[in-house]
């Protein structure tokens, strides 16, 4: 059932990319030697940066920005291109937003909108100093919310590189990546308190041939979250928790969502998560399409609720409780997932009633709940495919009767 998705091609067309750029002798545009930038923690590093970067972007041989050791105050940058070559930012400072969310007018601190042929390494830290944010960032409080940046945005970015960088206590979102085209994330740690709301790890939409691999992400909100558009992506080598886990979702809620297909998530671990392997859709909005989903040979532990398809999504309980998701689920497959649960509900399967998920195949199951109750598993609208060793029994579990308040 699950079609051969075509992602090593783009892998390694990226590979070949920066391997042949790295053969021809790259300008160094140093933002403290050149540019006059201060690794004092206080003296603002946008102007430098961006000079650095509008320098690189012009040239017409491969160029990189440096950001040396040290930590550096940056209250905001857009770095757009395109750009006339390859362009990379070795980033090997800790580079600091504004502590006071006040300080922000719209939801940007670091973007990259335009770029192609790109590459960011170095190891160095994008520190959100989310701290006053995570106090004041309340269901209530939506125009606050509407202000909180991300850490680094990808908006518009084709054939890109990212590794070795940390994302640290975002306000909101830690990376956001929107209409990009072959960009794999690699050896990232993200990292913010299991309490900081909507601080997602990595969220992304309307992108294809997305790539996250091997990362550490340790968050308040998903680990990786994944919207309407998004196709071709793999997900591999992933430690998640504290978080929600991996989601695909929520789905559903606007008008004209695109569809989200050919996702393959595998090899990961998934730690003290309020779920693990989720795909989630509101009740009574928009429709919308959902196939070809993967979640194979995944390790769950103590997490709350490990397998997951919610189409009754409806956090805070504001949602119209008594109509159906009009989003169709089909072809969606968990492989090979083992360890335990928090909670009884060990797989839950609230399909919608008029749009009943699709192919939905369960293999090689061992989930244990922690507690004295041996594990279950609830199916509402769907019939699943079952094959190998399965714990919990298949649909063995009570029918919830009213939508949950899942975060």
Same mark, same amino acid.
């Given at each position: 059932m699950a079609p051969h998705l075509n992602i090593v091609p783009s892998m390694f067309v990226l590979l070949l990319l920066f391997i042949s750029a790295s053969k021809v002798q790259s300008d160094a545009f140093d933002v403290v030697a050149k540019f006059g930038a201060k690794a004092d923690g206080k003296t603002d590093l946008s102007k430098p940066f961006l000079d650095a970067w509008k320098e690189a972007c012009a040239s017409v041989t491969p160029s990189t920005v440096v950001i040396p050791k040290g930590t550096y105050l940056l209250s905001k940058v857009n770095l757009e291109g395109p750009c006339k070559a390859p362009i990379e930012i070795n980033v090997q400072g800790t580079i600091q937003a504004p502590a006071?969310?006040?300080?922000?007018?719209?939801?940007?601190? @670091?973007?990259?909108?335009? /770029?192609?042929?790109?590459?960011?390494?170095?190891g160095g830290i994008f520190d959100g100093q989310g701290s006053i944010a995570y106090e004041k960032n309340t269901c209530e409080n939506r125009e606050f919310r509407s202000k909180l940046p991300v850490n680094i945005r990808?908006?518009? /970015?084709?054939?890109?590189? #990212?590794?070795?960088?940390?994302?640290?206590d975002s306000k909101l979102f830690h990376i956001n990546v929107f209409a990009c085209k072959n960009i794999t994330l690699e050896r990232l740690k993200i990292e913010a308190p299991d309490e900081s709301p909507n601080t997602d790890g990595i969220h992304m939409g309307k992108s294809e041939g997305v790539n996250i691999i091997a990362s550490d992400i340790k968050t308040g909100d998903d680990c990786i979250s994944i919207g309407d558009g998004t196709k071709n992506m793999v997900i591999k080598e992933i430690t998640c928790g504290p978080g929600h886990g991996i989601s695909i979702g929520s789905l559903g809620k606007f008008q004209n969502e695109e569809p989200v297909e050919g996702i393959k998530i595998s090899n990961c671990t998934i730690t003290n998560t309020s779920n693990g392997a989720r795909i989630k859709t509101w009740p009574g909005e928009h429709g919308g399409a959902v196939s070809e989903i993967h979640f194979e040979d995944i390790t769950m532990n103590n997490v709350s609720s490990p397998i997951l398809i919610d189409q009754q999504y409806c956090p805070w309980n504001k949602c119209k409780k008594n109509e159906e998701?009009? @989003?169709?689920?089909?072809?969606?497959?968990?492989?090979?997932?083992?360890?335990?649960?928090?909670?009884?509900?060990?797989?839950?399967? #609230?399909?919608?009633?008029?749009?009943?998920?699709?192919? /939905?195949?369960?293999?090689? #199951?061992?989930?244990?709940?922690?507690?004295?109750?041996?594990?279950?598993?609830q199916c509402l609208n769907v019939k699943p495919i079952t094959s190998g060793k399965l714990n919990p029994?298949?649909?063995?579990?009570? #029918?919830?009767?009213?939508?949950?308040?899942t975060a």
């Amino acid at each position: 059932m699950a079609p051969h998705l075509n992602i090593v091609p783009s892998m390694f067309v990226l590979l070949l990319l920066f391997i042949s750029a790295s053969k021809v002798q790259s300008d160094a545009f140093d933002v403290v030697a050149k540019f006059g930038a201060k690794a004092d923690g206080k003296t603002d590093l946008s102007k430098p940066f961006l000079d650095a970067w509008k320098e690189a972007c012009a040239s017409v041989t491969p160029s990189t920005v440096v950001i040396p050791k040290g930590t550096y105050l940056l209250s905001k940058v857009n770095l757009e291109g395109p750009c006339k070559a390859p362009i990379e930012i070795n980033v090997q400072g800790t580079i600091q937003a504004p502590a006071d969310p006040s300080a922000f007018k719209d939801p940007n601190w @670091v973007r990259f909108y335009s /770029v192609e042929n790109f590459k960011m390494f170095g190891g160095g830290i994008f520190d959100g100093q989310g701290s006053i944010a995570y106090e004041k960032n309340t269901c209530e409080n939506r125009e606050f919310r509407s202000k909180l940046p991300v850490n680094i945005r990808f908006d518009f /970015v084709t054939n890109a590189l #990212i590794q070795d960088i940390t994302s640290k206590d975002s306000k909101l979102f830690h990376i956001n990546v929107f209409a990009c085209k072959n960009i794999t994330l690699e050896r990232l740690k993200i990292e913010a308190p299991d309490e900081s709301p909507n601080t997602d790890g990595i969220h992304m939409g309307k992108s294809e041939g997305v790539n996250i691999i091997a990362s550490d992400i340790k968050t308040g909100d998903d680990c990786i979250s994944i919207g309407d558009g998004t196709k071709n992506m793999v997900i591999k080598e992933i430690t998640c928790g504290p978080g929600h886990g991996i989601s695909i979702g929520s789905l559903g809620k606007f008008q004209n969502e695109e569809p989200v297909e050919g996702i393959k998530i595998s090899n990961c671990t998934i730690t003290n998560t309020s779920n693990g392997a989720r795909i989630k859709t509101w009740p009574g909005e928009h429709g919308g399409a959902v196939s070809e989903i993967h979640f194979e040979d995944i390790t769950m532990n103590n997490v709350s609720s490990p397998i997951l398809i919610d189409q009754q999504y409806c956090p805070w309980n504001k949602c119209k409780k008594n109509e159906e998701s009009k @989003v169709k689920l089909s072809n969606i497959s968990f492989k090979n997932i083992r360890g335990t649960s928090a909670l009884p509900e060990a797989i839950k399967f #609230i399909c919608s009633e008029s749009s009943p998920c699709q192919n /939905v195949e369960l293999a090689d #199951i061992d989930i244990k709940h922690n507690g004295a109750e041996p594990a279950t598993s609830q199916c509402l609208n769907v019939k699943p495919i079952t094959s190998g060793k399965l714990n919990p029994i298949p649909c063995s579990g009570p #029918i919830p009767k009213t939508p949950g308040a899942t975060a």
